[in-house]
């Protein structure tokens, strides 16, 4: 599974926009980009996933730049209960196991 | 929420003594997952199961056993407890179909500690 790279800790205004940048520049052809989030003490809960499309749901939207190279989280308004540890996963997406590789992630911290 | 429980949700015991920790689904999802988090490392792979009876193991595996004699239970077994496996403990569970086979649920975590 490709590797990685997001900033270890970002801030953001209640009620803005909050963009997490991901670099996963090794990624591979069938390999997919996943955002799980970790909020306090909690399980972590999947966000959202892409392969080549932007993709958006009820919690964010996912940018993938067109070489596929890096990706953006969005999290359109944020609010204090967006406050938590923000992974980046890439991995397959048709692989028999789903094993889930997880780095450090980026804290994102939501201030009034 | 997905329908999953562990037991126990804290554990406090001592090193050398066999401790078991269970995952319980009612989702009848094919793959569970344990991985352990600790400060600085994140969440790591224990072991997996992709089906009763058919489990592998992930990037931190000594030490750890499992077993899955149905599909709804996922018991993570240490035989011999030692402190370095002092850490908190989450199960996830998930169902493979096209694009979203990595869409993983979590359990609530166990907190493990090894005295």
């Known amino acids: 599974d490709a590797k990685t790279t997001q900033p270890p800790s970002m801030d953001c205004a209640e009620g803005r926009a909050a963009n997490l940048p991901c670099n996963h520049s090794?990624?591979?052809?069938?390999?997919?980009v996943y955002w799980y989030r970790q909020i306090h003490s909690q399980g972590p809960q999947y966000i959202i996933h892409?392969?080549?499309?932007?993709e958006t749901n009820e919690m964010a939207s996912l940018i993938i730049t067109e070489d596929r190279k890096s990706s953006t989280l969005i999290l359109p308004h944020a609010t204090l209960r967006d406050t938590a540890v923000y992974y980046c996963?890439?991995?397959w997406g048709s692989g028999n196991t789903g094993k889930l590789i997880f780095g450090q992630g980026t804290t994102l911290q939501v201030k009034p | 929420d997905a329908g999953i429980t562990q037991s126990p949700r804290h554990k406090v015991t001592e090193t050398g003594t066999p401790v078991t920790l269970r995952c319980h689904q009612t989702?009848?999802?094919?793959?569970m997952y344990w991985y352990r988090q600790d400060p600085g490392h994140g969440l790591r792979l224990i072991h997996y199961?992709?089906?009763?009876?058919?489990?592998d193991k992930g990037e931190v595996s000594d030490g750890y056993s499992v077993s899955r004699s149905k599909t709804e239970d996922f018991l993570l077994t240490l035989e011999s407890a030692t402190s370095s496996q002092t850490s908190v403990y989450f199960c996830?569970?998930?169902?493979?179909?096209?694009?979203?086979?990595?869409?993983?649920?979590f359990g609530p975590g166990t907190r493990l500690t090894v005295l």
């Open positions: 996830a569970i998930s169902e493979k179909s096209s694009g979203k086979n990595h869409e993983q649920f």
């Open positions: 989702e009848n999802h094919r793959y």
């Open positions: 199961s992709y089906g009763v009876k058919d489990t």
């Open positions: 090794t990624i591979s052809g069938n390999e997919y």
């Open positions: 892409g392969l080549k499309n932007n």
């Open positions: 996963i890439v991995s």
